[in-house]
Nanobody, 123 residues
Framework: QVQLVESGGGLVQAGGSLRLSCAAS????????MGWYRQAPGNQRELVAD?????????GDSVKGRFTISRDNAKNTEYVYLEMNNLKPEDTAVYYC???????????????WGQGTQVTVSS
């Protein structure tokens, strides 16, 4: 099992910046991909960015060039960060941390979600 705890959401004006953090604990040795998704009211949850073990990143089209995802490991905890710059009102959503564990033959053995953190961008 993996437990995910997010922090860093809040209210910011358009053009501002925020940094989201997610700490993963538990069976972190088999985590392959960590990422951020978001869901605005009335919309489906969408990928913001993810990062695989080894550092390969993937971004949603609407955040390319503005958001940066990174990953770190310390003291049996895996961290994933999302640096968000030049925020726009349309970035307003609940942001969820995600972690995917892979087994020995690269099959998905776990798909975990954090509780979500609200990001609100005012115009």
């Amino acid at each position: 099992q993996v437990q995910l705890v997010e922090s860093g959401g809040g209210l910011v004006q358009a053009g501002g910046s925020l940094r989201l953090s997610c700490a993963a604990s538990g069976s972190i040795f088999s985590i392959y991909t960590m990422g951020w998704y978001r869901q605005a009211p009335g919309n489906q949850r969408e990928l913001v960015a993810d990062i695989a073990r080894g550092g390969i990143t993937n971004y949603g089209d609407s955040v390319k060039g503005r958001f940066t995802i990174s990953r770190d490991n310390a003291k049996n905890t895996e961290y994933v960060y999302l640096e968000m710059n030049n925020l726009k009102p349309e970035d307003t959503a609940v942001y969820y941390c995600n972690a995917i564990r892979l087994g020995t033959v690269r099959q998905i053995i776990g798909d975990y979600w954090g509780q979500g953190t609200q990001v609100t961008v005012s115009s």
